[in-house]
């Protein structure tokens, strides 16, 4: 069985280079090897069978050469596949985005409805087959045209069953979201929950560009890690990766949504946060107000977000001491907050092993709260590119 093991092996990691391409447009066959986390060798050995095959060409732009030296600019490798239009559906516990997009991900068209997605997922997923329309309308588009849909979900897909975890979004029990957006708009839909689609973004066109092991860990209403390893999303063997919004931060905390106490979502959720200020501020102060106190300086904002960074930072210390990544990425609603982020950063100095600590870099995300639509998008690139 050793050879039929290597044979599994390649064509994995052929699939790992079609998508990259699927998904970030032409590459040379050093970015492939960054981010796919395969040698230059067995990289150039893929494209060279890509090529035979008639997968991929090779184009007439070249790239820069690496680091900016001063080399030949080396050639780019792109797929072979026919033009062609995407849409991606990022659902959020508060609103209902969707993107229309052609294969390198320029956004085309873009709508927006803000609805209480979390109780009423039937519901919720009529409002995005009809955002998904009024999309393609606007695009000059007819919906059959497109070749796949892109899910972004608030919540983990157990992908055995392929539904969503109902203890967070109780009001999604026993739907299988991708089908059922997919029996709406007879169009081939992949579903992947939020945190997972901001990882894709960032990885594939964002400050995570390149590195072939990232978290990307997403700070809002809820708490989330989307994991690349390798250049690949890891999401487990249940889809279960990355739920750190539900590891243990305070012994005697709250009672949190999934069952448990002291879950870190309990601890630095934006309610959570919010609560905690408002006695000093205003019974009326919001997200936007608190960003904006913390780039004003405010005193009682930044201890706030810094006591929240450390307890981030004393999470992803495990993580990153475990799987050593290149890099963090933070993003989410609470991402673009310096403070926060520098408390991150000495979270993990100080609770991760010192050489593991050392190798990461904590970088604020490039696309902010557009992370999941971006991702959606990527997400259904990558899809197009599995069915050509």
Known sequence: MPGHSLAQLRTSNLRAVTALLGSGGPQSRADLA???????????????ELLEAGLVVETEDRGTPYKGGSGRPPLLVALALRPGRVAGVDIGHGHVRVAVSDRS?????????????????????????????????????????????????????DRRSARVDQSVLPGWHELAPADELGRRLDVPVVVDNDANCGAMAEHQHGAGRGAADLLYVKLASGVGAGLVLGGRLHRGVAGMAGEVGHVLAREDGTVCRCGSRGCLETEVSTQRLLDLLRPVYSGELDLAGLLSLDARGETAVRRILTDAGHTVGRVLAGLCTTLNPSKIVVGGSLGTSATLVKAIRGGVDRYAHPESAASVDVVPGYFGGRAEIMGALALAISRAADLA
């Open 34 to 48: 960054r981010g796919s986390g395969l040698s230059r060798t067995t990289v150039s050995s893929l494209v060279s």
């Open 105 to 157: 991900a320029k956004v085309l068209a873009e709508v927006e409805m803000l609805t209480d997605a979390d109780p009423h997922g039937a519901t919720t997923l009529d409002i995005a087959a009809d955002l998904v329309r009024q999309a393609a309308a606007e695009a000059a588009l007819p919906v059959a045209d497109l070749l796949t849909v892109g899910l972004c979900v608030p919540g983990p897909i």
